[in-house]
């Protein structure tokens, strides 16, 4: 049986070197546990970027035509007869994921992002209407209610939109190294992830060799939020022992990594999504 559809306005793109253009796309009808979303607003991520432009081709190649888009809040205007959580009016956002299988082990640890079948909000398979997901450049998105994050009434929904990508990029990592009170932290890059993290007590020019080696082993915590190629060694340099640099940026280059810059102060690299 074919799944009940409606058509909604979105912006895509039909080729890595084609604009975003008006058109309109295929969303379903709320099933049981659905939550159907007007958009009231989308923010605009690096990675909707790359994707269209097919820059990350070699690790997620680009499906066209593609609607991007990954920082959802919207207000619900119907919900599914199962779903509990949420009713018409609520103000609600999405993130870059819209399903996983629920089964796995990532997934029943609360961890699933790393769900090994998980459906990204755009440019995943779509099991429900075939093709590939599309994403928040459009009037509405109908979203399994697991999904669907509240937004609280205190947030302004514009300016809560970036967080669901660029703010639980940054956070992820802090929280899952145990940055907290008393923790140096570096942000490096000052892009749509860092700007996030701003609160600075100092900034440290990475042009300038004498602010580098004033801070030479002395964080605790770096996140480097750069995409373009860079020199990781001067981070990483800057960590002290048991310190930690985890990469959020997603340079499409390998980054070069000193093996002595890790060893000698059993400093960690590591690498985070969301």
């Known amino acids: 049986m074919h799944p009940i559809t409606y058509n909604a ?5 039909a080729s890595e070197t084609s604009p975003l253009a008006s058109t309109k796309i295929k ?14 607003f989308c923010g605009i ?28 809040v919207g207000r619900v205007t119907k919900v599914g007869s199962a779903v509990t959580k949420y009713k018409p009016g609520n103000v609600v956002a999405v993130g870059c994921m819209v399903d996983s299988d629920r089964t796995c082990p990532q997934c029943k640890a609360d961890r699933e992002q790393f769900c090994p ?6 440019n ?34 514009a300016g809560a939109a970036p967080l669901l990508c660029a703010g639980i990029t940054t956070f992820s990592p802090m929280r899952h190294w145990g940055v907290g009170k008393g923790k140096k932290v570096g942000v490096v890059g000052l892009g749509g992830l860092g700007h996030i993290r701003l609160g600075a007590d100092e900034a440290v ?4 060799a004498d602010e580098m080696q004033k801070n030479a082993g002395t964080f605790d915590f770096i996140i480097d939020t750069v995409s373009a190629d860079h020199d990781i060694n001067a981070y990483l340099n ?4 048991d310190g930690n640099l985890t990469l959020v940026g997603a340079p499409a280059e390998p ?15 590591s690498g985070s999504a969301i």
Request: glycine share 6%; charged share 20%.
């Open 117 to 122: 079948n998980m459906v990204l909000t755009f």
């Open 238 to 241: 800057l960590l002290g022992v």
């Open 124 to 157: 995943s398979p779509d099991k429900h209407l075939g093709g590939v997901t599309y994403g928040g450049y459009s009037e509405s998105i109908v979203v399994d209610e697991h999904f669907v994050l509240r937004v609280p009434s205190n947030l302004n929904p």
């Open 27 to 40: 969303r379903r009808e709320p099933t049981d546990r659905d939550v159907q979303i007007e958009i009231l």
């Open 45 to 72: 991520c690096h990675s909707d970027l790359h994707s269209v432009r097919n820059e990350w081709s070699e690790f997620m190649a680009t499906n066209y035509p593609i609607v991007p888009g990954h920082e959802i």
């Open 255 to 269: 980054l070069d990594v000193p093996a002595f810059s890790l060893i000698m102060r059993r400093r960690s690299f």
């Open 9 to 13: 306005k979105a912006y895509s793109a």
């Open 205 to 208: 020019v990475s042009r300038n």
